[in-house]
């Protein structure tokens, strides 16, 4: 009789770590694929108006934000290589803030190049005032840590080696 409580009580516990070794395996899943960046897993743009950068960064790692527009040639010029960046960095967090002024003209030219970045629409030019009052000049990026502070800035536009080096935090 112990023998058949001895062999019950040790099945049960062994159902128990295997649930919990279930639960854990599948939150840890999807803690990975929450870090991902949503350019892998899209194939199309998104165009975000919430005007809070918190809710829009990764918590768990440096964000990359880039302050652009269509309107801008120094942006545009830009665009093919923060795309490559983008695409090649799936599971970093990069956010385009958006200074256009017709929400249109952003869409048509983020279908038109097929890019899938994800952005923030702020014509008002909200989210860089709050970030870093008074700065102003476009293409900027910002290299953000996890409390939405400023790790590293540049006003400017950046090749493909000068975007590695400056998530990397290193002067360029």
């Known amino acids: 009789m112990k023998k058949k409580i001895i062999v019950v009580i040790t099945l049960v516990l062994l159902l128990v770590i295997a649930a919990f070794l ?8 999807f803690k990975k694929n ?4 949503i350019a892998k897993n899209r194939k199309n743009y998104v165009i975000s108006e919430d005007l809070n950068l918190s809710n829009s960064t990764n918590k768990e ?4 934000v880039i302050f652009w527009a269509t309107w801008c040639s120094y942006c545009v010029e830009e665009s093919q290589t923060i795309n490559e960046y983008i695409t090649s960095n799936p599971q970093k967090s990069i956010i ?6 017709e929400k249109e003209e952003l869409e048509n030219y983020l279908k038109e190049n097929n890019y899938n970045w994800f ?6 030019k909200t989210i860089r005032e709050n970030l870093d009052p008074g700065s102003k000049g476009i ?3 910002y290299l953000l ?5 400023i790790i590293n800035y540049h006003k400017g536009v950046l090749n493909f080696e000068k975007f590695v ?3 990397n935090g290193e002067e360029i």
């Not at 279930?22 to 899943?29: N, S």
């Not at 790692?61 to 990359?64: F, I, M, N, P, Q």
Request: charged share 25%.
């Open 165 to 167: 080096n400056f998530f």
């Open 96 to 101: 385009i803030v958006s200074h256009d002024h």
């Open 22 to 29: 279930l639960l854990y395996l599948k939150t840890d899943i």
């Open 145 to 149: 840590d996890l409390d939405n502070n």
């Open 61 to 64: 790692d440096k964000t990359l």
């Open 139 to 141: 293409p900027s990026s």
């Open 34 to 37: 929450k870090n991902m960046s």
């Open 119 to 124: 952005v923030i629409f702020d014509p008002n």
